[in-house]
C-alpha cells in the first residue's frame, strides 16, 4: 500500500520546510518512498478522525497497510529500519546513529523551542526581557557542545544517516536568528544537508503545498 502522512493544509512556517513533516518527507526521499500527502486544517487537526491516528492532535501521521504511526523520530526511525539509505549495516553504528535521533528531539530542540516560544508567544510578558537571555545561552552551551563532536566532520557519525537527518532538521529552527553564525561548523553542516537532492525535494514538496493553498 502506498504511504500516507499528514501536513498542514496552511502551515504556519509559511512553507519554510520547518514544520515537522519535512523530516518525513526528507525519510522517505532518501529512501526512495512513494508517499501521497492529505492536507489537514487546525480545525480538521482536533477532529476525532485525526485524533484516532494522533492522540495529541498533531501533524504528522503515517499509515502503511494498516499500521499508524505518529511523533516525527519514531516515522524517521520507522522508515530508516525499514529501508535502506539512512542507517549503516554496521550495528554498533546503527545504535549510535540512532542515539544521534534521540539526542536531536529530546536534548537539542528542546531549548531551541523554548526560545522560539520566548520569542514568538511570551515577548510581551513583563519578565520577557530578563528570561529571553537565560533561553538564548541555553541554546548556545548545547550548540557549542554539538560544534566541539561535530568538529570538522561532514556528518556526525561517518556517512549521513537519520541521525543527521533529525539533527540538520532541527537545527534549521534556528538557521534564520544568526545563531549558527558563531559556529561555522555547524553551519556548514546545516548547508550540507540542505544541499542533499533529498531535502531539496521534500523542502520543495512543502513549499508548494503551502504555496497552493494559500
Known amino acids: 500500500m502506498t504511504i500516507t502522512i499528514t501536513a498542514f493544509a496552511r502551515s504556519p512556517d509559511g512553507g519554510r520546510g520547518l ?5 518525513v518527507r526528507w525519510a522517505l526521499e532518501e529512501t526512495g518512498q512513494a508517499y501521497d500527502v492529505r492536507p489537514l486544517s487546525f480545525e480538521a487537526m482536533k477532529r476525532p478522525a485525526h485524533m484516532a491516528l494522533h492522540p495529541f492532535g498533531q501533524i504528522p501521521t503515517y499509515e502503511e497497510d494498516g499500521l499508524v ?31 544521534w535521533m534521540f539526542a536531536a528531539v529530546n536534548t537539542v530542540e528542546p531549548p531551541i523551542l523554548e526560545l ?18 537565560l533561553v538564548e545561552e541555553r541554546v548556545r552551551v548545547r550548540l557549542a557542545q554539538l560544534s566541539a563532536r ?18 540538520a532538521s532541527v537545527l534549521l529552527r534556528v538557521k534564520s536568528s544568526g545563531m549558527l553564525d558563531a559556529f561555522p561548523d555547524l553551519a556548514s553542516y546545516v548547508a550540507r544537508a540542505e544541499s542533499r537532492p533529498a531535502y531539496v525535494r521534500a523542502f520543495e514538496a512543502q513549499r508548494l503545498a503551502f504555496v497552493g493553498a494559500a
Open 19 to 23: 514544520a515537522r513533516d519535512t523530516r
Open 69 to 99: 504511526l505518529f511523533e516525527t523520530g519514531a516515522i524517521v526511525l520507522h522508515v530508516a529500519q525499514r529501508h535502506p539509505g539512512l542507517l549503516p549495516a554496521d550495528a554498533d553504528a546503527r545504535a549510535r546513529a540512532i542515539s
Open 150 to 167: 561535530l568538529g570538522h566532520a561532514d556528518w556526525l557519525d561517518g556517512g549521513f544517516s537519520a541521525g543527521d537527518l533529525m539533527m
Open 116 to 133: 522560539a516560544n520566548a520569542r514568538l508567544l511570551e515577548h510581551d510578558k513583563p519578565w520577557n526581557e530578563e528570561r529571553l537571555p
